[in-house]
């Protein structure tokens, strides 16, 4: 089952779900979470995906 938390900062709220210990975020949610663009968001998770971060 999963768990909606609501993120307040001072520039607005974001929807986080969790699921257990991990957290899952749209690109959107993740700009809007650190205030960078969306396009930057997505430059760095594919460097997260082709370094092999997560293995």
Do not use: C
């Not at 969790?18 to 957290?23: A, I, Q």
């Not at 968001?41 to 971060?53: D, K, P, Q, S, W």
């Amino acid at each position: 089952m999963s768990e909606l938390v609501i993120y307040r900062g001072d520039a607005g709220t974001v929807e986080v779900r969790l699921e257990g210990d991990t957290v899952w975020l749209r690109q959107e949610q993740l700009s809007q979470l650190f205030g960078r663009d969306r396009t930057v968001i997505r430059r760095h998770l594919r460097n997260v995906f082709a370094e092999g971060e997560l293995d």
